[in-house]
């Protein structure tokens, strides 16, 4: 079983609907991250959470919110989403090591087009 | 802030070619640089990594190291193939701050 996981791995809606877009990891991690890709412009962040009771907006967290409902979960929502938002959304987690600093485990991505 | 410069793609190469992804960075103090390639279709993953100057990161035949005086962790490999094929990205680490990563070089290699 993967170790990072999201869903919906891909998801057509329109514009104005609100939308939750869900990662769940068995890494045992604090640390989980939100970012999205969109071709030339490669990968933004979006939020990030050192632990439960850690939030905090990364370089593009307009129009977006999350919540980290446990160690294990941390969920990204579009409160009225618009065509812009259209992208490949990736959550990530990390351990911080010895050093504070270590690889972030990928999940597989979630496909989002806003119509 | 942090920030990484990488060349742009897409590169395009023979089967059996040298294979050189520039990428350079700026931070505050010396972070952890990572390399990470994403297959076609799916997340990222760690491709190899260096912890301070002077280390040299290597896995599947890819190695960059760690450049302090030019602020560079250039990857190599000296033969590629046809499953090299994937997009890598290029990312400084600091302590407790998240990965910044560059844009991504996408690498077509053909038979």
């Known amino acids: 079983d993967a170790d990072v996981t999201q869903t919906p791995r891909n998801r057509i809606t329109k514009t104005g609907k609100r939308i939750m877009l869900e990662c769940s990891q068995t890494?045992?991690?604090?640390?989980m991250y939100w970012y999205r890709q969109d071709p030339g412009l490669g990968l933004r962040l979006i939020y990030y959470s050192f632990d439960v009771k850690d939030i905090n907006k990364g370089e593009i967290s307009d129009g977006y919110s999350v919540s980290r409902q446990a160690q294990a979960k941390f969920s990204l929502s579009l409160e009225s989403a618009i065509p812009n938002q259209t992208a490949l959304y990736f959550c990530a987690t990390s351990d911080p090591g010895q050093e504070g600093t270590s690889e972030q485990y990928f999940g597989p991505g979630t496909r989002l087009t806003v119509t | 802030g942090d920030s990484v410069t990488q060349m742009e793609g897409p590169v395009t190469l023979s089967e059996e070619a040298f294979l050189t992804i520039n990428c350079t960075y700026t931070?505050?103090?010396?972070?952890?640089l990572f390399w990470y390639v994403q297959y076609p279709g799916e997340g990222l993953q760690l491709l190899l990594k260096?912890?301070?100057?002077?280390d040299k990161g290597s896995n599947k035949g890819f190695e960059a190291t760690y450049r302090k005086e030019t602020t560079s962790f250039h990857l190599e490999k000296g033969s590629v193939q046809v499953s090299d094929s994937a997009v890598y990205f290029c990312a400084p680490g600091r302590r407790n701050t998240p990965l910044v990563f560059g844009k991504g070089t996408r690498l077509s290699v053909i038979a």
């Open positions: 890494k045992g991690h604090d640390r």
């Open positions: 260096a912890t301070k100057a002077d």
């Open positions: 931070a505050t103090g010396y972070p952890s």
